[in-house]
Each structure stands twice: as structure tokens, then as C-alpha cells.
């Protein structure tokens, strides 16, 4: 059952990269305790949830900026992140490269 209700929680937080969501709003979703989800998310990922979330929003960013249709700006938008200064801190910190870094690695 376990294994099931963390492929959920996957599934909420890939279909919800591009809006707000947070650990209290998959646990409302599902109608699970935080503290249960959080520990059996923890243990089959070895990511707490909002690692979870930020990991995947940081890969979605790397292929919006591998397209290059969009600015720094507008991916922070688009993923949902406070401002695009803290975008560029999350993504250093998932990456260890700039979000202008990680373009420039890539130009082909």
C-alpha cells in the first residue's frame, strides 16, 4: 500500500511542477496525515517532499533553459518560484552551477 501512495505523490507533484503546491497540499489531496506521508515519501525516496518538489522543479528548469525560448525571469514564473533571485539560489544550490552557468555549459 506504501509503494502505492508514494507513486501518487509522485504523480501530484510532476502534474503540479508549474503551480504552487506544497507538502501540506498533497497530504489535503490524498487525505493522509503530514507526518505519515512525509515518512513513508522519505523512506521509498530518500528525499523529503519538498526536496522532492524542488529537484524536479530545478530539472524542469534545465530543460526550459535548454530550449531557450524563455528567460531566467520567465522560468522563475513559470515554476512557480517567489522571485528569480531565489530561482537562481535553488538552482546553484540543486546544481552547483548558475542558472546562466548551466546555459552557457550547454551551448551547442
Do not use: W
Not at 508514494?6 to 504552487?20: K, P, R, T
Amino acid at each position: 500500500m506504501e509503494n502505492h501512495l508514494v507513486a501518487e505523490m509522485i504523480e501530484i507533484i510532476e502534474n503540479n511542477l508549474y503551480s504552487v503546491i506544497t507538502c501540506a497540499d498533497i497530504c489535503e489531496k490524498m487525505s493522509y496525515s503530514r507526518t505519515y506521508l512525509s515518512k513513508i515519501f522519505k523512506t521509498a525516496t530518500g528525499y523529503t517532499m519538498s526536496e522532492y518538489i524542488t529537484t524536479l522543479k530545478v530539472k524542469e528548469a534545465k530543460k526550459l533553459i535548454r530550449q531557450k525560448r524563455y528567460t531566467f525571469t520567465e522560468i522563475s514564473d513559470l515554476l512557480m518560484f517567489d522571485n528569480p533571485h531565489y530561482f537562481s539560489r535553488v538552482f546553484k544550490k540543486v546544481t552547483n552551477f548558475t542558472p546562466t552557468q548551466y546555459k552557457n555549459s550547454v551551448k551547442q
